[in-house]
């Protein structure tokens, strides 16, 4: 699939719209061409109601990294994660595909989505953070607006875009009533 560059390398812009594209060529395959059809309008309808509920709320700003041994691959808006969350109303920052912590710290984001693999290592990366004394400045570590995310709804998420936005969407404005994922 178009959305499956390596998170270290920003070869292309990877889209929301890829994702809808595959998935549709998927019920084309399969035969499954009205269960995609639903499936694709339930992302864009997603994505218009937390639009709609989230427009007179502030932009946070976000990044979504991901802890690649000690180096920290960032997903900005060439990437599907970061689609999402420019889709979504949030300001995400363009980067470096790998980022170090300095520039992590100069961001300073409101939200940090951390890709992971997994309830256990969720819990990992987001003490990882946390527990890292050079990064206790960060405003996400005293406000925990530290959301892990799991890989598969960020890389190649297909079927599950939809639930995706939802996660993003309730990290991005967890005060809107209705947006909970």
């Known amino acids: 699939p178009w959305n499956t560059n390596d998170p270290g390398g920003h070869a292309h812009r990877e889209t929301i719209e890829s994702e809808m594209k595959f998935l549709y060529g998927l019920g084309q395959l399969l ?12 992302v864009y309808q997603t994505l218009a109601d937390i ?23 960032s997903y900005d808006a060439t990437k599907l994660a970061g689609d999402m969350v ?10 470096m595909p790998m980022i170090d912590r300095e520039t992590l710290l100069s961001i300073d984001p409101d939200v940090l989505f951390i890709v ?6 969720a ?5 990882r953070v946390l527990e890292d004394r050079a990064l206790n400045s960060m405003q996400v570590v005293h406000t925990k607006r530290i ?7 960020v890389y190649s998420s297909e079927v599950r875009t939809e639930d995706a936005l939802k996660i ?11 947006l909970a994922a």
Not at 54 to 69: N, R
Not at 116 to 121: K, T
Not at 123 to 127: F, H, K, N, S, T
């Open 116 to 121: 992971c693999y997994g309830e256990e290592d």
């Open 123 to 127: 819990r990992q990366v987001v003490a």
């Open 51 to 73: 639009q709609e509920k989230s427009a007179s709320a502030p932009k946070p700003k976000a990044l979504v990294i991901e802890f690649m041994g000690k180096e920290i691959a």
């Open 147 to 153: 959301c892990p995310l799991l890989l598969e709804y």
């Open 31 to 42: 035969h499954e061409e009205d269960r995609a059809a639903q499936m694709i309008a339930g």
């Open 86 to 95: 420019t889709r979504l109303g949030g300001e995400i920052p363009e980067t």
């Open 168 to 178: 993003i969407g309730h990290a991005l404005y967890p005060d809107i009533e209705g």
